[in-house]
T-cell receptor, first 113, second 115 residues
Framework: DGGITQSPKYLFRKEGQNVTLSCEQN?????MYWYRQDPGQGLRLIYY???????QKGDIAEGYSVSREKKESFPLTVTSAQKNPTAFYLC????????????FGQGTRLTVV | QKEVEQNSGPLSVPEGAIASLNCTYS??????FFWYRQYSGKSPELIMF????GDKEDGRFTAQLNKASQYVSLLIRDSQPSDSATYLC???????????????FGKGTKLSVIP
């Protein structure tokens, strides 16, 4: 089955630690995105990538880093510099960047303890 | 600032009625528009997309786009309790760089369909 897989579904992190969220897609999509969602809020764009080895900052990139070494993979690292990392993280992909619909993975819920 | 605006709701409609959800956007360069449905604790799922002015129908859903007014809406006919969810409007807004677009979401409208 084609789709977007995020792992893990739930993640707990101690303050001061870096943590990496996984996102893999087998849809052969060029573009991939990371969003953050806080309770009662919409989705805010962290980073996006339109092609392998290239990515752009979104609206809230501070405290996050990404890489796009393979078309299928777009991992997100939440660093210790992110002041309030507890949130629901969503990865998405689209066939081409721009005017095509994006499809989402099931999300990772990160909690800082 | 490039924005997508939605009424947060909640919007309550009786079962069988028409639910009307609205969205405005700030960047006239936007070219594609999407409606997603999100159940509590789940990821968004695509319902409709629309690129051209006018109406687009898919089953009980109709998306309406008016680029001159920078307005996009979603109508849900014969609303069912299973339609109760948060509806997110998303717009592809031109970003820095030629041909670069940022998929930007509104905060969503919570819909409750009352049996």
């Amino acid at each position: 089955d084609g789709g977007i897989t995020q792992s893990p579904k739930y993640l707990f992190r101690k303050e001061g630690q870096n943590v990496t969220l996984s996102c893999e897609q087998n849809l052969n999509h060029d573009a991939m995105y990371w969003y953050r969602q806080d309770p009662g809020q919409g989705l805010r764009l962290i980073y996006y990538s339109q092609i392998v080895n290239d990515f752009q900052k979104g609206d809230i990139a501070e405290g996050y880093s990404v890489s796009r070494e393979k078309k299928e993979s777009f991992p997100l690292t939440v660093t210790s510099a992110q002041k309030n990392p507890t949130a629901f993280y969503l990865c998405a992909s689209s066939i081409v960047p721009g005017n095509t619909e994006a499809f989402f993975g099931q999300g990772t819920r990160l909690t800082v303890v | 600032q490039k924005e997508v605006e939605q009424n947060s709701g909640p919007l309550s409609v009786p079962e069988g009625a028409i639910a009307s959800l609205n969205c405005t956007y700030s960047d006239r360069g936007s070219q594609s528009f999407f409606w997603y449905r999100q159940y509590s604790g789940k990821s968004p799922e695509l319902i409709m997309f629309i690129y051209s002015n006018g109406d687009k129908e898919d089953g009980r859903f109709t998306a309406q786009l008016n680029k001159a007014s920078q307005y996009v809406s979603l109508l849900i006919r014969d609303s069912q309790p299973s339609d109760s969810a948060t509806y997110l409007c998303a717009v592809n807004i031109p970003h820095s760089g030629a041909g670069s677009y940022q998929l930007t979401f509104g905060k969503g409208t919570k819909l409750s369909v009352i049996p």
